[in-house]
């Protein structure tokens, strides 16, 4: 295949000697800033709806030290506002309905630390309104309960009225455990938070809050029992934003006068003073811990490490090690969930698919016998819906966020293959099936924790190329959508209307392009990362992961160098241009 020169090819040679010279530079830093415990540390950007929720929940339902820290927080949320009145959900990003509700609400009940940032306080919430009004209002936002949050935020700041909201179900909470999994998954703590907001406003009646006070017994004892499952840190989620909304829930005069279980308020609170950072804010999904323990971002960037070359290495071997450590040897009631899987955030969370994932991929580099590799294996599989698909948390859920998803069904295929399943294996059969049936009109797949077309459809073509069915039509289709999502300049973005490449999306595209033998446009990608590759050998991350779709999006350094350098190294392993 002859590849025609462009702004960014290269002469073979030089093209190969610039992917090695970049794979030495990621793998460089990636192992130097290594954890003696086989781990690294994944820098998390500071969160404006996390600040604001937390500035609310220690000004609400603290003391004089949680009110100084709530001002700080304020402060903070004063310093990185937009040019545009409004806030994004990071520092920085474009502005947003919720951030920019949540900020706005805790600048209006915080009282600022300096005297003199008052003015500024109102200037800002009357800013902030102002964006809200050019934006349409919250009124435009078209998810049900996206609009419910912010609208309850404002009211309860005092900034818009709740009585025209749509009642929160709260009664969902009596049903028997296994239907009340299928239906509210992990939402149920802002479900919870967001009913006990509504009581706690006036709204919508007596008759929302008859129900409210018929099921709030049931509804705390399902707030303490997510909190035991994150091992009584205090979090819920490990997640400053969620644990903020929980304990403003949970705090102050309530209609009913009914007072929430103390110690749930005060764990909250315990866990937003731990976790606030040095500049007064928050960040995006701290953890579980004080000190940050994350495993899916390292996991990433050990994969990657181990397909650069560095699998038998004695610094990946400690990698594992590590992983396996933190493979749960519990069962989770919450979930209905067996030991066996593993969390995003170390020992203690909420086990789930998507990040089961990320560390088996690391384990199968090593040890195939391995115990925690089989364990993971076998969990892996009883964890298939009925449908042959998989979902993030519970099976066969009936939520939409939580799944079925295409992306985690094809990484699961793809780990179960590598784990030595058989392809004419009827579980494999049945999820291919499944997957196959998901492919839309346009030829690509949807994910449902990343933004855009690249992450799904990647991973589906990955998965046919492993199962030598890169020809077939399904896969055409794919590799269609694929290429026609390529930007002029080699890259990949989420698919937002002028939103440039993110290293992400381009990993991804270039990873599956290689796969299954599209060197040209993965040549392109290639040169792309090449050229974006910062002095220290990193990659500025792209917003390409969701946390609410299509209103809260976020960035994972470690796993955008691990997308990229595992692109490049599977470019360096075919030796350039042919």
């Known amino acids: 295949m002859s590849l025609q020169p462009n702004q960014h090819t ?22 130097t800033t290594q954890l003696p415990t086989g781990s690294w540390t994944n820098p998390r950007p500071a969160a404006i709806s996390g600040t604001a929720a937390a500035a609310l929940a220690l000004h609400l339902a ?13 402060t903070w949320l004063l310093r990185v506002r937009n040019p545009d009145h409004g806030w994004g959900t990071l520092e920085g990003s474009p502005s947003d309905v919720v951030a920019t509700c949540m900020a706005a609400a805790a600048l209006r009940l915080v009282p600022p630390h300096d005297p003199d940032d008052a003015g500024r306080a109102a200037d800002a919430v009357s800013g902030a309104l102002r964006w809200l009004g050019a934006a349409g209002g919250v009124e435009a936002v078209e998810d049900d309960t996206v609009r419910q949050l912010c609208s309850l935020v404002l009211a309860l700041a005092g900034l818009g009225g709740a009585a025209r909201l749509r009642r929160v179900p709260v009664e969902i909470v009596l049903l028997p455990a296994p239907l009340r999994r299928k239906v509210l998954s992990y939402l149920s703590p802002p479900f919870i938070a967001l009913a006990l907001l509504q009581s706690r406003l ?30 009584n840190v205090g979090s819920y989620g490990g997640d400053p934003w969620l644990t903020g909304l ?55 960037a050990a994969a990657a490490l181990g397909a650069a070359g560095f699998a038998d ?9 590590w992983l396996a450590d933190c493979q749960q040897k519990r069962p989770s009631p919450l979930y209905d969930c067996p030991p066996g899987g593993w969390t995003w955030s170390g020992t203690k969370g909420w086990p789930n698919v998507l990040d089961s994932l990320a560390v088996l991929e690391v384990l199968l580099q090593g040890d195939r016998d391995a115990p925690a590799l089989r364990r993971g294996l076998d969990w892996l599989l009883a964890r298939q819906d009925r449908r042959g698909s998989w979902s993030t948390f519970v099976r066969n859920t009936l939520v939409p966020l939580d799944g079925p998803c295409p992306y985690i069904t094809a990484k699961a295929l793809l780990v179960l293959l590598d784990g030595g399943l058989p392809a004419d294996d009827p579980r494999l059969a049945r999820g ?19 933004r855009g077309v690249v992450p799904a459809t990647a991973a589906v073509l990955r998965l046919l190329a492993r199962l030598d069915r890169a020809a077939s039509p399904a896969a055409r289709r794919a590799l269609d959508r694929l290429r026609a999502a390529q930007l002029p300049d080699g890259s990949w ?22 796969a299954c033998g599209e060197r040209a446009p993965a040549l392109r990608g290639a040169d792309w990362l090449l050229e974006h590759q910062r002095p220290d050998g990193s990659w500025q991350p792209g917003q390409t992961c969701v946390y609410i779709r299509d209103h809260v999006h976020y960035s994972d350094f470690l796993m955008a160098q691990g997308l990229a350098l595992s692109a490049l190294a599977a470019c360096a392993r075919e030796g350039g241009p042919r």
Not at 20 to 25: C, K, L, N, S
Not at 248 to 262: C, F, I, N, S
Not at 280 to 286: L, P, T, V
Not at 434 to 448: E, I, M, S, V, Y
């Open 246 to 300: 929980v304990v403003t829930a949970l705090a102050g005069p309530d209609p009913d006068r009914v007072r929430p279980e103390p110690g749930l308020v005060a764990a909250g609170l315990r866990y937003l003073r731990d976790t606030v950072q040095p500049d007064g804010s928050w960040c995006m999904i701290h953890g579980m811990e004080t000190a940050r323990v994350e495993v899916t971002g390292p996991a990433f």
């Open 62 to 74: 603290g003391t004089g030290t949680d009110h100084a820290l709530a001002a700080r927080g304020c």
């Open 10 to 31: 290269h002469d073979g040679f030089d093209r190969q000697a610039r992917l090695e010279g970049a794979v030495t530079a990621s793998t460089g830093l990636l192992l």
């Open 432 to 450: 291919l099936r499944w997957l196959l049936r998901r492919q839309r009109p346009d030829g690509g797949f949807q994910a449902l924790w990343h």
């Open 313 to 321: 290495d004695p610094r990946l071997a400690r990698t594992r090690d």
């Open 202 to 231: 006036g709204a919508p009646g007596p008759l929302a809050r008859g129900a409210l006070a018929a099921a709030r017994p049931a509804a705390i004892r399902l707030l303490g029992e997510v909190q035991r499952q994150e091992g």
């Open 493 to 514: 973005s989420t698919g937002d209307p002028g939103e440039p490449g993110t290293v992400d999306e381009t990993g991804r595209a270039v990873l599956a392009l290689a």
